[in-house]
């Protein structure tokens, strides 16, 4: 029986193994024993990024060989990769495919090597090499078997691959999914209510996890906070800086009441403590119900309407979104609000939604459905905008958190 024959007969179980990990051990085991190599490591190619992985390699080595990415055309392997062809290099340190980089990383010395694609039809699976010939050189007969070798191994390791794949996606729906549910019990669900105020909100979540949060905090008898925030990004690091956010948010204002120390705390704790890419933009106002004034800070956050009887204003004097510099200031600004006044703060899933065309529901279009159902209460007022919205998508849902407060100011006590 030649080596062939003999390798498919005891690789055969190699059909019915599942399990990556085993399946690559058993490979490297296989090529090896089969080609008298001291080293043996497979490379598994990724499509979209259009890289080899090592993932899985025998010796002292492994782990070291496993942190190492190639791109095509990039070392002996990326040669491979490339022109999907086989390859003998029996002198390593002359020949200009192979790249030193692994051997710094583990302080080996590849002297020869033997390198085959594994194909599935015109699709590259990844690559296996033979490493170092223990006596004399690799052979055209040995480059036939590797070759044979490969396309054996076609089925099992595409089979085992896309289980992991598929694997891994469940593990990472399930784990947004709780991620989904601790964001969305940081939101405020039950009604408010404070005199001379007309309140309601709401909250669509996206199938992403997405970083909307709201707070409707009361400071006593005669004050009310109200912010909106929108975290950068989406999935587990917006869903964890926005628990981030929102346990200082409400540490800090109760502790005081200030929102200017309350956004300056946040802005140096975010800038000091995240990466660049992670901010947040805010909208944060205090509305003294006696006064009708309202102090706020936009901070690189939509701004929220204020529509009334003959006039659609706008809150947008502001700076930067929260968590960008450390040094960067947030100053408060004074809004006087009217008897009748409607408060719409919103997030950008609500103007940047999209219809079939590729338009923008638009902050336009959200200040004419507030005018033409001023009359409404709140919370039937925020009902007919989401409609309004959902008409105009016609995509049966949203591709961002679509969020939204409604305020009606009926007047101080």
Same mark, same amino acid.
């Given at each position: 029986?030649?080596? =062939?024959?003999?390798?498919? #007969? ?18 490297? *085991?296989?090529? $090896? ?8 490591? =497979?490379?598994? /190619? ?12 025998? %010796?002292?080595? +492994? ?12 070392? !002996?392997?990326?040669?491979?990769? +490339? ?17 030193? @980089? ?8 590849? $002297? ?32 036939? @078997?590797?070759?044979?070798?490969? #396309? ?10 896309? &289980? $992991? ?12 999914? =709780? *991620? ?23 909250? &669509? ?10 707070? =409707? ?9 109200? #912010? ?16 981030? /956010? ?16 309350? &956004?300056?705390?946040?802005? $140096?704790?975010? *800038?000091?403590?995240?990466? !660049? ?16 004034? @309202? ?49 719409? /703060? ?28 001023? #009359? ?9 905008? &989401? ?10 849902? /949203? ?12 007047? %101080?006590?």
């Amino acid at each position: 029986m030649d080596r =062939i024959s003999r390798f498919k #007969s005891e690789m055969l179980d190699l059909y019915s193994e599942v399990n990556l990990g085993l399946l690559l051990k058993k490979i490297t *085991a296989g090529i $090896r024993g089969y080609l008298a190599s001291e080293e043996a490591s =497979i490379f598994i /190619f990724d499509p979209e990024k259009e890289e080899l992985t090592f993932e899985t390699a025998t %010796g002292a080595n +492994e782990k070291e060989l496993k942190r190492i990415i190639l791109k095509k055309g990039q070392g !002996a392997a990326g040669w491979i990769a +490339e022109k999907r062809r086989g390859v003998i290099i029996d002198d390593c340190s002359r020949d200009p495919r192979h790249t030193a @980089l692994t051997d710094r990383k583990t302080h080996f010395q590849t $002297r020869s090597l033997l390198g085959v694609p594994v194909l599935m039809g015109e699709r590259l699976l990844g690559v296996l090499e033979a490493v170092n010939k223990k006596k004399g050189k690799f052979s055209q007969a040995d480059l036939r @078997l590797m070759t044979r070798m490969a #396309s054996f191994l076609a089925i099992p390791l595409q089979n085992a691959v896309l &289980i $992991r794949q598929m694997l891994e996606k469940e593990k990472i729906e399930k784990e947004l999914q =709780i *991620a989904r549910s601790i964001q969305q019990s940081f939101l405020q669900q039950d009604p408010v209510v404070f005199p001379g105020l007309d309140i309601s909100f709401l909250n &669509i979540a996206s199938s992403k996890v997405g970083g909307d949060y709201y707070e =409707i905090m009361p400071l006593g008898a005669r004050q009310i906070v109200f #912010s909106i925030n929108d975290v950068s990004g989406h999935g587990i690091p917006a869903s964890l800086l926005m628990a981030v /956010f929102r346990s200082n948010f409400v540490f800090n204002l109760s502790h005081g009441g200030d929102i200017a120390a309350t &956004i300056g705390y946040l802005n $140096r704790l975010l *800038a000091e403590t995240t990466a !660049a890419n992670l901010y947040v933009t805010s909208f944060t106002c205090k509305l003294d119900m006696a006064s009708g004034d @309202l102090d706020y800070i936009n901070a690189g956050h939509p701004p929220p309407l204020v529509v009334r009887a003959n006039a659609t204003l706008l809150l947008d004097v502001g700076g930067l979104a929260v968590g960008m510099f450390a040094a960067a200031e947030h100053p408060v600004s004074r809004f006087h609000l009217e008897p009748g006044d409607i408060l719409v /703060f919103y997030t950008d899933g609500v103007i940047e939604t999209a219809n079939e065309k590729d338009e923008e529901y638009s902050r336009e279009r959200l200040a004419t459905a507030v005018t033409t159902r001023r #009359s409404l209460p709140a919370a039937a007022l925020q009902a007919a905008l &989401i409609e309004d919205l959902t008409n105009f998508s016609r995509r049966g849902g /949203f591709a961002d958190d679509v969020t939204l407060m409604v305020v009606k100011y009926l007047g %101080g006590k």
